[in-house]
């Protein structure tokens, strides 16, 4: 399958992070827990550098458990301050204060130092669309949250909300590009619904995503559906279809009706907990459990 789909506003969004991340002291970067390195931005690593940096894989409650937390250990080891969280039902949201802390330490240290006290950590969420940013803010700031408002200086224009006395976050979050370049990003983006449905084909992306299930979560595909193992990814799509009636005139079956459900069970976690992408160490692991 090949993707296209730039969306076009890169430069404008960029010159906007840049300006916006001047302000700040700590990038609260969200990814998919399923894809954390596929929903994360190229660039941000370049554009947030000498900031701390928190990685929270968010949809944890959609991704293996087992997975999320060796993708955890491997942002650790990378430097980043990590968490998960729900952002939808709330699950961990609590707990990023304490990672905010924690990240922002030397910060606070370096300000006592220099006898600044009670400067508030600035903070600023950022990540790819549709990987959970309004919820998480929503559910991290809370209805009761006041706005500062509008400050003079370096903060014009900018909204920020107090999370407490020590923290401010920017109200709105920095919207960044995936690395859009890359066929296999794309293919497990739109596994999980980030790149309109309307420049995919469905049949097609089911099929890969069947591919996909059968070599690193057999078995899970046949379970749910209650059909017979076959390896060719249109039969098990046929089955599908057929378990679930999908027919059209003329009881034909239909398979792109079939692959419609697949996907929208997978995206809403009714297939399971499904990790799209693994840590090297697991890949490696992966390797050699199958030799
Ligand atoms: P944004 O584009 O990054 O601001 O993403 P949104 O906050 O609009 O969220 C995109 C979709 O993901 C919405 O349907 C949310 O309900 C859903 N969502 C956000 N966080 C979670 C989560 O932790 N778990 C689950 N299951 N869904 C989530």
Redesign the pocket.
């Known amino acids: 399958m090949h993707f296209q789909w730039y969306p076009g506003h890169m430069t404008k969004a960029k010159r906007q992070m840049q300006e916006d991340i001047k302000l700040i002291d700590v990038v609260i970067e969200?990814v998919d827990a399923r894809v954390p390195l596929s929903s994360k931005n190229p660039d941000i690593d370049e554009l947030a550098k000498n900031k701390s940096r928190i990685i929270l894989l968010?949809?944890?409650?959609?991704a293996s458990q087992k997975y999320t937390e060796e993708w955890k250990k491997w942002f650790e080891s990378k430097g980043y301050f990590v968490a998960l969280?729900?952002?939808?039902s709330g699950s961990g949201v609590k707990a990023v204060h304490e990672v905010i802390q924690k990240a922002c330490k030397e910060k606070i240290e370096r300000d006592r130092k220099r006898g600044i006290l009670n400067r508030p950590i600035r903070a600023m969420i950022v990540?790819i669309?549709?990987?959970?940013?309004?919820?998480?803010i929503n559910s991290f700031a809370g209805k009761a949250c006041a706005k500062t408002g509008n400050k003079p200086g370096v903060t014009k224009g900018k909204q920020w909300i107090k999370l407490n006395k020590n923290v401010e976050l920017l109200d709105t979050?920095g919207i960044l590009w995936p690395k859009f370049e890359d066929q296999t990003v794309g293919l497990r983006l739109a596994f999980i619904g980030s790149i309109k449905e309307e420049i995919l084909n469905i049949t097609e992306l089911s099929m890969e995503f069947i591919k996909f299930m059968h070599s690193k979560y057999s078995g899970m595909l046949e379970k749910k559906y209650e059909i017979e193992k076959s390896e060719d990814s249109l039969e098990t799509l046929q089955r599908i279809a057929d378990r679930r009636g999908c027919k059209l005139k003329g009881n034909e079956l239909d398979v792109n009706k079939a692959a419609g459900i697949i996907l929208d069970d997978y995206r809403n976690?009714r297939i399971g907990r499904i990790t799209l992408e693994f840590p090297e160490i697991t890949e490696t692991v992966l390797e050699d459990t199958k030799a």
């Open positions: 969200l968010n949809k944890y409650d959609l969280v729900n952002s939808k990540g669309p549709n990987v959970g940013k309004s919820t998480f979050p976690g």
